[in-house]
């Protein structure tokens, strides 16, 4: 799967839009949608830090829900 997949998809599997994800992630609008578009390429490692932060905040809500 290419970059441009992986971070859709990531996208994708919180429920959120462009731009609550951007706002969430700290990414600008604009950029996310390059990089989903496949226009722009980001380095190799952001998609997996999104996933990380992603699942960091899963496993967080999901002790602070105990």
Do not use: Q
């Not at 997949?5 to 969430?24: A, C, P, Q, V, Y």
């Not at 990089?35 to 390429?41: D, F, L």
């Amino acid at each position: 799967m290419d970059i441009a997949n992986r971070i859709k998809n990531l996208r994708e599997s919180t429920g959120m839009n462009r731009r609550e994800f951007s706002d969430h992630a700290g990414i600008p609008l604009r950029t996310l949608e390059d990089w989903e578009a496949g226009r722009r390429t980001p380095p190799e490692y952001v998609p997996r830090l999104l996933a990380y932060m992603l699942k960091y905040e899963e496993l967080v809500g999901r002790e602070e829900d105990k």
